[in-house]
């Protein structure tokens, strides 16, 4: 990486390299027998050039050619893609709390006595589909500059998953469990899950109405990427963001903060963004005021302020770190917890629906915050309990309306297949048309 | 390359092995309003290994070509590991094949310096960005030439180049506080001369990003509803297509016992197809990453269903034929069931006739996002009411809730106009797919769900 940067260096311009080193198993289960073993070991390593006020980029998976790949970023310099910016010094520093050595040596073997114990806590489930799988890996991020930057964060993650699929559907709810070293199970998060599920087995119509709405953790995305198209910078530059002139103004509820904080977190946690910008906490909304315009080193020029360590590789859909550019990003943002348990929120609906799936939720106008999505599956609940699933249901409106209804948030948050946690949301109110 | 390959895998002690290498060539173009946000093009390549041995199949993607012999060690623990856990998987059997293909095209990319391509992308850009009340635009070139290299145990030996070109995005509308956009896409499989001259595409959208400015929302309610081409295209993709591939169905037994050839499951006008086979759409190709021979695959005639999508592997579990539908995203990933392209065929009535037929109702235009499977919920970019058999006035906000069952019985009648939607992406599990054509005629459908916002 050093020489790449040296010779980067030695056609006059200011560079950084970011490279990634990851490796990988898993193993899936379904039904109690095993359908699907894979692993990788993978690399990367993406070049970015500055000189004269303009951008260049490259990248290859397989570092053969230096000399080909400083060539490709020199040709991309060469389109004029304007960049303002200068890469940060960050000193020298390697982030490796978040990693555990033993991981390396998990295997299939190991992941097997994982989702056996995952399948034994399942038990209960003779109905539908039970699926359960797990996995671990390691990777490294290294990101240098020439403005002095060599930065290194390690990590190990393992995961386990158990999902419950309703017969003749491919809808279901399910748990996430993960660690930097392991993936130990709740065992009262799996209870809770199995008898919801158990109980949410008969189809219910429910007709249209106004009724209490639950956000599951698994379905806050459909709010949560609506929140962060708003607030970027990118938005904002552009004019277009329906929260242009509403920073320090209530907007949502509250009882609501969004937060980004890559400090928080059981593994994956991050001391610099992926522009080499140390992290911090930003507020998005706190108390449900709009506070914070998120930002990358890119817009944070633009826009003559200061780059807020929020800019990852990635977008809405993940996608590969190495072929993506550095943009504004929530990737580690999530609401913070409140003070009522799940038991608590469910007693607080007379009537209502918990939307553990949004079919979607990546559609219409997202900009705008306008959401409509199929409760896929929807839990019915009356008089706090959950009595069925909704048929052919969907949900409508816009989201800044929706979350200035919420009336309770969850004390305690819960891993996503994001790898974010986020707690429950209560909305009151909300129009759910039904069969 | 294939040689190189066939001596990599020459001393792997399986029953089956394969092993795929493909170098992928890519260019990024994108603007955000007048601004030129990216510009780049990149080569990068990878490996992925596969191996059948006592029933356990395995696979693993690697980068560098020195990790392949720890790959291929891997792969077979795997595959030991699944034989121990009692799984006895079996390939389908399949020819050996010996080929080498490139594509025909309609002016080779690869020929065009990257200053071009930045000016038909700025050319298109700027014909939105100069419309009234247009604020803003997203536009981005994509261009993928993939070479595959695959090499089985069995004697198969392929090479094939594939090339990949887009342009799409967003064009914004804005008037006070009001923000509409409009997604916008052209692409295609043939040469980057189908994506000139294409200027009244995206004076349309940009158009009709205004015109949704003033447009009402749409009321909740059950409709009967026309849907065009590109919405009957991704009800097809979404709601049919990824109910036919095998991998999702094999261990879902009620809906694989739903989804058994021979069963009715729509009304007898419905004829359902996938083909890859056809060269100018995006989801042509004419080997699978199994090495195997996409093949036309009717999947529903006259309502009953006749086929469905497969691996080798699948193929064998559902005792049926393999259909060349085993595809990887890119280098870095393991094939799995995928579409190519798929399209409803067209009936025998035109479009005034069909709206006539409706009489009252609406008229739902292309998408703007949605997901699903037996259960579906899509996003219609606009709409029109319907009345007298007349179109009305410009709708907004219109999302689309449906089943696939009931949906397919409730098909009214379709026209006779096909079109295909020469941009596609589509995502499964962590892959994502741009080659995924779609189409079909215009569709009338009775009783949908629509919510409106």
Redesign the interface.
């Known amino acids: 990486m050093e020489k790449l940067l040296k010779i980067a260096a030695s056609k006059g311009c200011k560079a950084e390299v970011f490279s990634t080193r990851e490796k990988s198993v898993s193993i899936d289960k379904t039904n109690g027998a095993v359908t699907d073993v894979s692993a990788s070991i993978e690399s990367g390593v993406s070049l970015r050039i500055l000189k004269d006020g303009k951008m260049g980029t490259a990248y290859t998976k397989n570092l053969i050619d230096r000399e080909e790949l400083v060539a490709n970023a020199l040709a991309s310099l060469e389109a004029g893609v304007e960049a303002l910016y200068d890469f940060p010094d960050a000193g020298t520093v390697t982030f490796d709390e978040d990693y555990d050595e033993s991981v390396e040596k998990l295997g299939f073997p190991e992941m097997r006595k994982t989702v056996d114990h995952l399948g034994e806590l399942y038990g209960e489930v003779k109905q539908g589909i039970l699926q359960v799988s797990a996995g671990c890996g390691t990777s490294e991020i290294r990101i240098l500059n020439t403005s002095g930057s060599n930065l290194v964060q390690k990590e190990s993650t393992v995961y386990s998953v158990g999902s419950m699929i309703y017969p003749g559907t491919s809808a279901g709810i399910r748990n996430i469990f993960l660690g930097k070293s392991d993936a130990v199970p709740f065992e009262a998060d799996v209870k809770r899950t199995v008898d919801y599920f158990h109980a949410s087995l008969p189809e219910v119509e429910i007709g249209d109405s106004r009724m209490k709405v639950l956000f599951a953790p698994e379905s806050m995305y459909a709010l949560t990427w609506r929140l962060g198209t708003a607030s970027s910078a990118k938005a904002f530059y552009e004019k277009v963001s329906p929260l242009q002139n509403k920073v320090n103004e209530q907007v949502i509820s509250p009882l609501l903060s969004f937060v980004s904080d890559p400090s928080e977190g059981r593994t994956g946690r991050r001391l610099f963004d992926d522009e080499g910008v140390k992290t911090a906490r930003v507020p998005i909304f706190e108390n449900g005021v709009f506070k914070t315009v998120y930002n990358n080193l890119d817009y944070a020029s633009k826009m003559k302020t200061n780059p807020l360590g929020t800019g990852f590789r990635g977008g809405m859909w993940g996608g590969d770190k190495i072929a993506m550019s550095p943009a504004p990003s929530l990737s580690h943002a999530s609401f913070s917890k409140g003070n009522k348990s799940f038991e608590e929120m469910l007693a607080m609906m007379d009537r209502g629906v918990i939307v553990y799936g949004a079919l979607g939720a990546h559609s219409g106008n997202i900009l705008n915050g306008d959401l409509s999505i199929g409760l896929n599956p929807g839990l019915y609940v009356e008089n706090g309990k959950v009595v069925g699933r909704v048929k052919d249901a969907m949900m409508a409106g816009n989201i800044y309306e929706m979350l200035s209804k919420a009336i309770a948030v969850e004390n305690a948050p819960h891993y996503t297949d994001s790898m974010y946690s986020n707690p429950s949301i209560l909305l009151d109110d909300i129009s759910v048309v039904g069969s | 390359m294939l040689k190189k390959l066939k001596k990599l895998i020459s001393s792997v002690q399986a029953d089956y092995v394969d092993i795929r290498y493909e170098e992928k060539k ?1 260019t990024i ?1 994108s603007m ?2 007048p ?12 490996f992925v290994v596969r191996t059948l041995k006592n029933g356990g199949f ?8 020195e ?1 392949v012999p ?2 291929l060690l ?2 077979i ?2 595959s030991r ?2 034989s121990e ?3 006895k998987y079996s390939l389908a059997s399949v020819d050996p094949i010996e080929d080498s293909i490139d594509p025909k095209l309609n002016g080779d990319p690869a020929a065009v310096p ?2 071009e391509k ?1 000016a038909l992308l700025a050319k298109y850009n700027n014909i939105m960005l100069t419309e009234p009340e247009i ?2 635009t997203d536009l981005e070139y994509n261009e993928t030439d993939r070479e595959k290299f695959f090499v089985s145990s069995e004697g198969t030996s392929i090479r094939e180049r594939l090339c990949t070109l887009y342009i799409k995005g967003e064009v ?1 509308a ?1 008037r006070g ?1 009001s ?3 409009v997604r916008v896409g052209i692409g295609t499989a043939n040469g980057i001369s189908d994506l000139v001259d294409r200027d009244e595409v995206f004076v349309k959208k940009a158009k009709l990003a205004r015109e949704l400015l003033t447009a009402k929302q749409v009321k ?1 309610g059950i409709y009967n509803v026309i849907l065009n081409p590109e919405l009957t295209g991704v009800f097809v993709h979404e709601a049919f297509g990824h109910t036919s591939e095998a991998d ?1 169905l094999e ?5 694989r016992k ?1 989804m058994k050839i021979g069963t009715s499951l729509g009304s007898n006008i419905v004829n359902i197809t996938a083909d890859s086979t056809i060269p100018n759409q995006i989801g042509f190709y004419r080997y699978d990453d199994e090495g195997v021979p996409v093949r036309r695959t009717q999947l529903l005639r006259n309502g009953v269903l006749a086929g469905r999508l497969h691996s080798r592997r699948t193929a064998v579990e559902f005792s049926e034929s393999a259909t060349g539908h085993c595809v990887a995203e890119d ?2 990933t ?1 094939p799995i069931v995928r579409m190519g392209n798929i399209f409803l065929e067209p009936g025998e009535v035109t479009f005034e006739e069909l709206l006539k037929e409706m009489d009252s109702g609406l008229y739902l235009c292309d ?13 219609a970019q606009y709409g029109y009411v319907v009345e007298g058999g007349k179109i009305g006035k410009m709708v907004r ?1 219109i ?1 689309i ?3 696939l069952f009931t949906t397919l019985k409730d098909v009214v009648n379709m026209d006779n106009e096909m079109r295909f939607s020469g941009t596609g992406i589509c ?1 499964k599990g ?1 892959q ?1 797919n741009f080659k995924s054509g779609y189409g079909g005629p215009s569709v009338f459908v009775r009783s949908m ?1 629509i ?3």
């Open positions: 890519e173009l955000i309003g601004e030129l946000k990216k510009a780049k093009s990149n080569n990068t390549d990878g395995s696979s693993v993607t690697v980068t560098r070509e990790d720890e790959a891997l792969a623990e795997g590991f699944m856990a009692g799984n990257v200053s930045i604020s803003n914004f804005k506080d923000l509409q956009s909740a999702g261990s879902n037994l009620p809906l739903m280098q870095n393991e998408c703007c996002g949605g997901s699903g499977g037996v259960n579906f919920n899509f996003a906000g999302n809730l449906g089943n995502r962590s994502m769900k919510g409106g916002i």
